[in-house]
């Protein structure tokens, strides 16, 4: 089993940036996709982007396009979240997530896609 451990949370204004990571450990997987999730209080969770094992295929959700990026450093088995012109309504627990592929180009979605999570860390921003 793969453990996801993240990090890089905290309360930021609105306008403001934080950084994500996602260190995996453990029995990794040889290739993996990862993806990023968010739950408000109150909501489901959601998919926030996703990128390959490669690294050159991503995919964000409508509500974080241009403003969030994800990327990855397969070297030291973590994957980042830059969130900039962060906005009240990103304030949520984020996760990360982690599948096997057998192809580098693969990226998941989904929450059922995905078999192993981190425990979430939190987001906050302020107006």
């Known amino acids: 089993q793969m453990q996801l451990v993240e990090s890089g949370g905290g309360l930021v204004q609105a306008g403001g940036s934080l950084r994500l990571s996602c260190a995996a450990s453990g029995r990794t997987y040889s290739m993996y996709a990862m993806g990023w999730f968010r739950q408000a209080p109150g909501k489901e969770r959601e998919f926030v982007a996703a990128i390959s094992w490669s690294g050159g295929i991503t995919y964000y959700a409508d509500s974080v396009k241009g403003r969030f990026t994800i990327s990855r450093d397969n070297a030291k088995n973590t994957v980042n979240l830059q969130m900039n012109s962060l906005k009240p309504e990103d304030t949520a627990v984020y996760y990360c997530?982690?599948?096997?592929?057998?192809?580098?180009?693969?990226?998941?979605?989904?929450?059922?896609?995905?078999?192993?999570w981190g425990q979430g860390t939190q987001v906050t921003v302020s107006s």
């Open positions: 997530a982690a599948e096997s592929t057998d192809y580098s180009g693969s990226y998941f979605i989904t929450e059922a896609d995905f078999g192993s």
